[in-house]
């Protein structure tokens, strides 16, 4: 009841500066002070404890016109009373002067009114402007911008005026804190707020959303037009500025929101930042400078979550395993290792491809579960009598991970396999995410004597000197390159490259993805060391592996193909 009576007077506030509305108030106002004398009249004068129901208008007036409205309306209530309305002529002199005090009494109740509720009304719009604003950057939060949708967004408004909520993302924010401290990372985020404001038109208002993101509500008439302006606003957002006398850029990522579905948008105003930042996420894991929201976005993101539950639930299941490909010794063509590659065996048995759910399991903590299970189930291979190493796959979170890193060198410690017959592979991408902390945890590996082996050599961004610092001791030429041996000078020209640098710094080279006996005469011409691919054999089950092992010829591929 108070929460609606707050809100109603709140409301006529915002409305009090309307010509009508201070009319009809104003009569209202003069019908309580009537009502009020009428009563005080009716039910003795003055003394009877009736004339306290002055105060009503009094207080009525001082909350919606402050003091002034206070004043003037205790004013009135006083001479309305009268001097002597229903009370007894005793002298003139104290008649007047009862009066004048009562008179001056209202006047001074509805100042004090009037004083305590501006009073509150300041006191109210200091703490709203608190939570409204970002206290970093003084910029509005998340919480204005809910608020100002819900005010736009209407079945009426929408049609009329159609809008777009627009999400920006500083890739790189947190570099610039770690350059610049917290306090120039939030002024990069104000200044690129402003050039937003200042370079876009259409933008309505700006946002802080999160340490590093802004919000941006934008007129959109059309499609066409949604276009135009995400190109304005990201050559805006990307435009070099200066901090610290250094001429700095952000790298952003834009997702973009609106109403594809006018019913949902106006029903739930939030819905349309839930569609830009759907955008945002897409955007930033296909590395784009721009997405806006497609319904089909919501299918794939459903189906993700409901995979990664599934797979999950399959793990606890024992529905996964390891499937072991070989790799040849290009000199003699003897089986020199295995790479055990993860597979999903369905109840149905439909074998589920690995692209299917390990890019987005390694989204999630779910990722160090599966790890362990790799490398359990590869040392517990290795150990049943392999007399070749096997290599298993690891992510960068997986060597950030002390615990895992600490349960790998456990496991291999108790299973009693040598280090040298056990190796770790890493991505050229995934080593440069987060190259520090991977590369601790490389040398850990290193230390007890593990290989260490960069998986898709040539796609990511390393360079030979980086490569010279790392606790590696081989690379894997990524399958595209072999792809286009045979048909490519140039690729040809590179991949030598490739070898003969892996081999000025000690490296042993692997080229994975052969197909041909010439992608694999060719490899052995330039000197590469290893070779894994179809060519031979593609990834097998553990059981099958054992048995092509049995056979007599089964160390040697002179054939294209493994020995059946």
């Known amino acids: 009841m108070t929460r609606q009576a707050s809100s109603w007077i709140l409301g006529m506030r915002e409305r009090k500066t309307s010509k009508s509305y201070f009319l009809v108030f104003f009569c209202c106002i003069g019908i309580l002070l009537s009502a009020g004398t009428l009563l005080v009249n009716f039910t003795g004068g003055t003394p009877n404890e009736n004339a306290h129901f002055m105060y009503v208008p009094i207080f009525l007036a001082a909350a919606i016109y402050g003091v002034v409205g206070g004043v003037v309306t205790g004013l009135f209530a006083g001479l309305m009373l009268g001097p002597v309305i229903g009370g007894n002529m005793d002298s003139l002199n104290t008649i007047m002067t009862t009066w004048g005090v009562r008179t001056l009494w209202f006047v001074a109740i509805g100042a004090c009114s009037g004083l305590l509720i501006q009073l509150i009304n300041f006191l109210s719009n200091e703490q709203r402007k608190k939570v409204l604003h970002d206290p970093s950057t003084g910029l509005p939060n998340q919480a204005a911008l809910i608020e100002d949708l819900a005010a736009q967004i209407t079945p009426e408004s929408i049609k009329k005026t159609p809008i777009a909520v627009v999400l920006i993302r500083a890739t790189d924010h947190s570099e610039f804190v770690e350059v610049f401290g917290i306090e120039e990372g939030d002024r990069i985020i104000d200044t690129v707020s402003q050039q937003l404001t200042q370079s876009c038109p259409e933008v309505q208002k700006s946002y802080r959303f999160g340490t590093s993101e802004l919000a941006l509500i934008v007129d959109s008439k059309n499609d066409e037009d949604l276009e135009r302006v995400s190109h304005l606003l990201h050559a805006a957002a990307s435009a070099t500025f200066m901090v610290d006398d250094l001429p700095v850029r952000i790298e952003p990522a834009l997702g973009f929101g609106h109403g594809h579905n006018e019913r949902d948008v106006t029903r739930h105003p939030l819905e349309i930042v839930r569609r830009a930042r759907v955008a945002l996420e897409k955007a930033v894991i296909l590395e784009r400078q721009m997405m806006s929201y497609e319904p089909d976005f919501d299918t794939a993101n459903r189906d993700s979550l409901e995979l990664i539950a599934r797979a999950e639930k399959g793990l606890h299941a024992g529905e996964f395993e390891l499937h072991y490909q070989p790799k040849v010794r290009l000199t003699d063509r003897h089986l020199a290792g295995v790479e055990a590659l993860i597979r999903w065996r369905r109840p149905d048995g439909e074998i589920v491809p690995p692209g299917m759910f390990m890019p987005k399991l390694e989204r999630t903590s779910l990722i160090d579960a599966f790890s362990l299970f790799v490398i359990q189930t590869g040392i517990e291979y290795a150990r049943s009598g392999l007399l070749v190493p096997v290599s298993i796959n690891l992510t960068p979170r997986n060597l950030t991970n002390g615990s895992l890193v600490d349960a790998l060198i456990e496991s291999l410690r108790e299973s009693g396999v040598p280090p040298e017959h056990f190796e770790v592979e890493i991505t050229e991408s995934g080593l440069m995410q987060e190259p520090e902390s991977t590369i601790r945890g490389l040398n850990r590996l290193r230390d007890q004597g593990i290989a260490v082996s960069i998986d898709d050599f040539g796609t990511g961004y390393a360079s030979f000197a980086y490569l010279r610092k790392l606790p590696v001791t081989g690379l ?16 040809r020209r590179l991949v030598l490259t490739m070898i003969e640098a892996g081999h000025a710094l000690d490296l042993s080279v692997t080229a994975e993805g052969i197909e041909t ?36 010829a089964f160390n040697h591929f002179s054939t294209n193909k493994w020995p059946a």
Do not use: H, N, Y
């Open 517 to 552: 006996e010439e992608q694999a005469k060719l490899l052995t011409e330039f000197g590469c060391d290893l070779g894994q691919g179809f060519l031979w054999s593609p990834a097998l089950e553990a059981s099958v592996l054992r048995e092509r092992m049995a056979s007599p």
């Open 476 to 491: 894997k030429i990524d399958r595209e390159f072999i792809r286009l041996l045979e048909d490519d000078a140039k690729t």
